[in-house]
C-alpha cells in the first residue's frame, strides 16, 4: 500500500510529491481515494488469503499459471496466416494513422485511441478464434475490429460520424460493432463490458452451443469492481469466456503499480480458480497459441481461462495526451518490439517471403485506408430526423 487515508482527506494533499503525477490525474486518485477505506481492509484479507494461496500452490505465483516464452512456436500459424497478419497489422497501423491526421484536421470528433503498438493481439485473436465466437473489448477498439473483420471503409465512416459507419454514425470511435460477426464493441465504461461478456458466454453455455466468448481488456479495468464480478461468475458457473488483459503498462497516465496493489495481475485470476497464462503481447505467435489453448479449454466446458498480455502502446492514451508520465527514452525502447517488425524478421528468417512482397502487403493495406478515407468522406451525414432513431438510453 502506498496510501493509507481518513475520509475525509483532501484528494489534492495526498497526491504524492511526484513530478510525474499531474492535475489531469486528480480524478483518478479521487476514484482510488474514494474507495480506500474498503481497499485497506480488504487489503489486510487479501495478505491472509494471497499468504495461504501461495503456500497451496507451492509458494509462488500458482500451479496454474505459466508464462509463454517468445517465438517459439512459430509455425503454429501457416504461411497465409503469417503473410495474412502482416498485411492486417500494417492496415490496423496505417488506418490509425490516418484517424490522427483526420482527427486534427477535424473530420474526426470525440476522443480517439490508438491502439498503435498493440497489433499483434488483435491479430493473434483473429486467427486463434472461430468465426462464431463473441469478440468484445473497450473503447481502444479500430484495431479489434478491423481484424475481425469489419468493413475498413464502414469502419472509417463511423469515425466521420457517417450514416454508412458501422453503427451508422452514432457511436463513433469507441463503439464499433457488428453483430453478424458477433463483435460485440467498442464500449467507453473502463470495465462496463466484462458482465456482458459474463452474459453472452452464460446465453452459449445455457442454449448448448459451444461458442466461446473472448474478453480484451486493459490493465486499469482489472481494478475495477465489474472485473471481480464478472471473473467471480465466471468461475461459479464455469463460463466458457477468456479474460485477455492487454497489458500496456498505463492506465491513461497511470503506471500499473501505481494502481494496482499488485502489479502481477496474472494473481488476479488466483482467486477466482481458472487457469492463467502470460504472454509476450508483441509476439503474434505467443499470443495466438495463448489464445487458442485458452479458447480449447473454455470450449471444452471447463471453465473461463485467463490470459494477460504485455504489451506497450506507441502512442498517448488518446489524442490530448501530453504524455508527462513517462519518457521519450522508454518509448523509444519499447518500440525495438515493434510487433510487426517482429513478425516481418520471423517471416524473412523463416524464407516465408522476401522484403519485396513484405513491401506490397503493406503498401497494399495504405492503399486500402486511402479508399476507406474516400468512402467517409463521400458518405452522408445522419438526417435530423434520424436524431432518435437506435438510440436506447
Ligand atoms: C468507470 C470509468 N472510470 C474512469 C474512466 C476514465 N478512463 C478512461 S480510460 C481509463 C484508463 C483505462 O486503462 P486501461 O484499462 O489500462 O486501458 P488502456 O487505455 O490502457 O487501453 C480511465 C480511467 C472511465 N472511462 N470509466
Ligand atoms: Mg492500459
Redesign the pocket.
Known amino acids: 500500500m502506498r496510501i493509507v487515508q481518513r475520509s475525509g482527506d483532501n484528494v489534492e494533499d495526498m497526491m504524492p510529491d511526484d513530478p510525474h503525477i499531474s492535475k489531469p490525474h486528480v480524478?483518478?486518485w479521487a476514484?482510488f481515494v474514494t474507495i480506500s477505506p474498503i481497499h485497506i481492509s480488504e487489503t489486510r484479507r487479501g495478505h491472509t488469503i494471497l499468504a495461504s494461496w501461495c503456500a497451496a500452490a507451492g509458494g509462488d505465483s500458482g500451479s496454474a499459471q505459466r508464462i509463454l516464452q517468445p517465438e517459439t512456436n512459430r509455425m503454429t500459424l501457416t504461411k497465409e496466416q503469417q503473410l495474412g497478419s502482416y498485411r492486417l497489422m500494417w492496415l490496423i497501423r496505417r488506418f490509425e494513422e490516418k484517424c490522427a491526421e483526420l482527427y486534427a484536421a477535424g473530420d474526426i470528433g470525440g476522443f480517439l485511441?490508438l491502439y498503435i503498438g498493440?497489433e499483434a493481439i488483435a491479430a493473434a485473436a483473429q486467427f486463434a478464434l472461430r468465426e462464431d465466437d463473441n469478440l468484445i473489448t473497450?473503447?481502444?477498439d479500430h484495431g479489434v475490429a478491423l481484424a475481425r473483420g469489419l468493413d475498413p471503409n464502414r469502419i472509417m465512416a463511423e469515425m466521420m460520424g457517417k450514416t454508412t459507419g458501422v453503427s451508422k454514425g452514432k457511436g463513433g470511435s469507441m463503439h464499433l460493432a457488428d453483430v453478424n460477426k458477433r463483435f460485440w464493441g467498442g464500449y467507453?465504461?473502463?470495465?462496463?463490458h466484462l458482465p456482458l461478456a459474463a452474459g453472452f458466454a452464460l446465453a452459449d453455455q445455457y442454449n448448448g452451443d459451444d461458442r466461446v466468448t473472448l474478453c480484451m481488456?486493459?490493465?486499469?479495468?482489472?481494478n475495477?469492481g465489474y472485473f471481480h464480478e464478472s471473473l467471480n461468475l465466471s468461475g461459479v458457473w464455469d463460463l466458457p469466456v477468456i479474460w485477455m488483459i492487454?497489458?500496456?503498462?498505463?492506465?491513461?497516465g497511470?503506471a500499473?503499480d501505481r494502481a494496482s496493489a499488485s502489479s502481477d495481475l496474472l494473481k488476479k485470476a488466483a482467486p477466482y480458480d481458472m487457469p492463467a497464462t502470460r504472454v509476450d503481447g508483441n509476439d503474434l505467435f505467443a499470443t495466438y497459441e495463448a489464445i487458442q489453448e485458452a479458447a480449447e479449454y473454455c470450449r471444452s466446458g471447463k471453465g473461463p481461462a485467463f490470459i494477460e498480455a504485455h504489451t506497450y502502446?506507441f502512442r498517448g492514451?488518446?489524442m490530448g495526451d501530453p504524455e508527462r508520465y513517462r519518457s521519450t527514452d522508454e518509448i523509444e525502447e519499447r518500440k525495438a518490439q515493434d510487433p510487426i517488425e517482429r513478425l516481418g524478421s520471423a517471416i524473412l528468417r523463416d524464407e516465408l517471403a522476401d522484403q519485396e512482397a513484405l513491401d506490397q502487403l503493406a503498401e497494399s493495406a495504405r492503399e486500402e485506408v486511402e479508399l476507406a478515407v474516400v468512402f467517409g468522406h463521400e458518405s452522408p451525414l445522419p438526417a435530423q430526423e434520424d436524431l432518435y432513431t437506435d438510440v436506447y438510453v
Open positions: 480524478s483518478i476514484e485511441h498493440q473497450a473503447y481502444r467507453a465504461v473502463v470495465g462496463g481488456l486493459g490493465d486499469g479495468a482489472s475495477i492487454e497489458n500496456n503498462e498505463y492506465g491513461m497511470t500499473v502502446r492514451h488518446s
